[in-house]
Nanobody
């Protein structure tokens, strides 16, 4: 059974930085996509960034140039480095894994950016 556990969420001032981590456990092998989505209060969950097991990355326009997604395949871990944080980045950030036709989600980690 695949499980995802996020960490790294916190309260930070605008302009600050955070790094989120997500550890995947279970039967993780073969081509897969890992990444991050977020959900702000009163809004739908939205795509943030993904990286596949070949290292190709994709970002939503609002974070491109500020956020960096990376992964350590040996550790089954995906990271999200967030710089120049803005109040509008405040949300619960969810780790995502697409593997062999199934999607998996973490429990979420809160990121709050104060102005």
């Amino acid at each position: 059974q695949v499980q995802l556990v996020e960490s790294g969420g916190d309260l930070v001032q605008a302009g600050g930085s955070l790094r989120l981590s997500c550890l995947a456990s279970g039967s993780i092998f073969g081509f897969n996509v890992m990444g991050w989505y977020r959900q702000a209060p009163g809004k739908e969950r939205e795509f943030v960034a993904t990286i596949n097991s070949a290292g190709s990355t994709y970002y939503t326009d609002s974070v491109r140039g500020r956020f960096t997604v990376s992964r350590d395949n040996d550790k089954n871990t995906v990271y999200l480095r967030m710089n120049s944080l803005r109040p509008e980045d405040t949300a619960v950030y969810y780790c995502y894994l697409s593997l062999r036709g199934s999607a998996y989600w973490g429990q979420g980690t809160q990121v709050t950016v104060s102005s």
